[in-house]
Nanobody, 126 residues
Framework: VQLQASGGGLVQAGGSLRLSCATS????????MGWFRQAPGKEREFVAA????????AYLDSVKGRFTISRANAKNTVYLQMNSLKPEDTAVYYC????????????????????WGRGTLVTVSS
């Protein structure tokens, strides 16, 4: 299973970016997907997750109302639309795939995700 994240870059505070994560190697549509991030000197943290059918999602409190996770199962791709970006959003963003198929409830627990992409760097300048 391979996950390839893209879409990161440098943006000014208040700006927007859309991250994409293309997957291959197993039936994408059967698995929940998540986004995590790791800022310099900090531990990795959960950002957002979406269920296998898109019916449920969850977000880190600090990104609620600014970030939106979505998926296109026909394209084997999950997205993270990030609006109103803040300098504290600066981090390497990773996509991850849940280990258990067809789970309705999404989880913020990283140990529940068994495949990870390499990450894409998002830098928000003030």
């Amino acid at each position: 299973v391979q996950l390839q994240a893209s879409g990161g870059g440098l943006v000014q505070a208040g700006g927007s970016l859309r991250l994409s994560c293309a997957t291959s190697g197993r039936t994408f549509s059967n698995y929940a997907m998540g986004w995590f991030r790791q800022a310099p000197g900090k531990e990795r943290e959960f950002v957002a997750a979406i269920s296998w059918n898109g019916g449920s999602s969850a977000y880190l409190d600090s990104v609620k109302g600014r970030f939106t996770i979505s998926r296109a199962n026909a394209k084997n791709t999950v997205y993270l639309q990030m609006n109103s970006l803040k300098p504290e959003d600066t981090a390497v963003y990773y996509c991850a795939a849940d280990r258990t198929p067809l789970v309705v409830a999404v989880t913020p627990r990283s140990e529940k995700y068994d495949y990870w992409g390499r990450g894409t760097l998002v830098t928000v300048s003030s």
